[in-house]
């Protein structure tokens, strides 16, 4: 009974499943064991809340706890209401701010990954390049920062570009600018405290690619009379192209829903989509409208999310 | 010609680095600073460190984060040893692309959305089996969700490179499977526990968006205090917890890294040398 499975399981056919040895870990049971738990406890606590989030975003706001309407009612002599409530999502429409800090959570995140992959691609690339010792204390360097706080870093970075701050000094003092430029509370502080936040996470998938990279192309490829920068955008860019799409949506993605970078870097214009559901839920108390916008942005995130499980799950397999 | 390229991309990753490195050192500097004006260097002095004594409120925050990262990266380890385990060693099973995704996907998942639909859950919970109530117990189980699925991707690359030729010879020797995973092979992926176990732990601790959303109104962790200090302005006081953070968690890492670095080291030359051996 075990010895076929066993044997489909396996990776590798030159190692026919001994008669000792049983499928898996344990058996049929173990194996269910090992699966089980982790698959149980994501579907309940991950998957299973959005599926409530779509809910609630039907019900209306109600002065109880918690604040919003039952969709399914049980009325006297066991009669069932159903209320579907689709006035959050006319509202979404109705009122300017949810467009528009919808459009702008696009082109902030779509410009912070544009920026990020401008820096961040010539440092894999550096890193890639580096001898194998160097290149483990550079990797070293780059993922550091993501192990620290990243609610410190974003102070930090505003201690540095807040109006009396040190970039600010530094730019005076050489000259480049008279008067102190008013960085802080604007577009591209938001842009700079995205590109500094997760900047790691561009260049690990982009020196992943990189470094297996087969130089002999670019060697033959100069043979042949290319120049380099030919042979950058025909032979290297087309290769690290999944590690540009993982790096993308790694830094795209958390990036549209992005809340502490835009409310302690950003000024009240600039309204991301993140801010927006913090204040519905916070400060007004709506949790359906909250709802609906997080359904909204799921929407939005949907294909970049599956792009980006696609070209993950590919990898994955590849290696496994 | 490739000399030139070079060149530049080394001096985009200095200029790089110095932009992750500079805003960090200038804080850590700042923290040091006897003038409660940031702007203005009073000279130096520790007294922020001696007032983050006396600040009950941080304190207290502290601990509970400590807490809430000491259960959720325990939880997540384990979390993301049953499910890499899981990946790796059964090729097809009913879930298996369910179980990938799900742990892909809290990876790129804005908090923001993670954070509301897990509250919606806790509280559509709660209603219905009065379980769990908003506090530590919400905060660890989202905790675990995010950081599991770090430490489940990390422990996965790890034991897909692990030679499973060991483990079936201590299972021709009579081992249990599971005698023979817990020894054989749990050694060697141990580096990936240590290091999933230590993010899992930075990241919880550092978290304020999710906790912000699951928490009750009672607790209230470090970055949620942080958070809303902050969001005043910046404080002399802060920058001397924030340079604590920073210094013991660079500190953890950095040391981590070099201790796995050489056992493993060791563990090669092991393996190396028990190779060399005649077969006999």
Sequence with gaps: ?320 | MRSGRLSFSFTMLMIGIAFLYVPMLVLIGYSFNASPLVSVWGGFSVKWYGSLLHNRQLLDAALLSLEIALLSSTGAVILGLLAATALVRFRQFRGRLLLTGMINAPLVMPEIITGITQLLLFVSMAQMFGWPHRGLTTIVISHVVFCGAYAAVTIQSRLITVDRSLEEAARDLGSTPLRAFWDVTLPMIMPALASSWLLSFTLSLDDLVISSFVSGPSASTLPMVIYSKVKLGVTPEINALATLIIVAVGACVVFAGYTMRRAERQRDQEMQAAYRQPAG
């Design chain 1, 1 to 320: 009974m075990n010895a076929p499975s066993s044997a489909h399981e396996r990776s590798a056919p030159a190692d026919p499943p001994g008669p000792r040895h049983r499928s898996g870990l344990t058996g049929r049971l173990g194996r269910w064991l090992i699966v089980l738990p982790p698959l149980v406890f994501l579907v309940v606590f991950f998957l299973v809340p959005f599926a409530f989030a779509f809910k609630i975003s039907f019900a209306q706001t109600a002065v109880r706890i918690p604040p919003f309407t039952d969709l399914i009612t049980v009325g006297s002599g066991g009669v069932f209401g159903l209320s579907f409530n689709l006035g959050n999502y006319a509202y979404l429409f109705t009122d300017d701010v949810y467009a528009i800090s919808y459009l702008y959570s696009i082109k902030t995140a779509f410009f912070s990954t544009i920026l990020c992959l401008l820096l961040g691609y010539p440092m894999a690339y550096a890193i890639a390049r580096s001898p194998k010792a160097t290149q483990n204390i550079l990797l070293l360097v780059i993922i550091l920062p993501f192990w620290t706080s990243f609610l410190l870093r974003v102070y930090a970075l505003e201690g540095i570009i807040r109006d009396g701050g040190l970039l600010n000094t530094a730019l005076q003092w050489l000259g480049i600018v008279h008067h102190p430029v008013k960085i802080m509370r604007t577009t591209f502080a938001v842009y700079l405290g995205i590109v500094y936040s997760y900047l790691p996470f561009m260049i690990l998938p982009l020196f992943a690619t990189l470094e297996k990279l087969d130089h002999s192309l670019l060697e033959a490829s100069a043979d042949l009379g290319s120049p380099p920068w030919k042979s950058f955008f025909d032979i290297t860019l087309p290769l690290s192209m999944p590690g540009v799409i993982a790096g993308s949506m790694l830094v795209f993605i958390p990036a549209i829903g992005e809340f502490v970078i835009p409310s302690l870097l950003g000024g009240p214009d600039n309204l991301m989509i993140g801010r927006v559901l913090w204040d519905e839920f916070f400060n007004n108390h709506d949790w359906p409208v909250a709802s609906t916008v997080a359904v909204a942005v799921l929407v939005l995130l949907a294909g970049p999310i599956a792009l980006y499980q696609h070209y993950n799950v590919r990898e994955m397999e590849h290696y496994g």
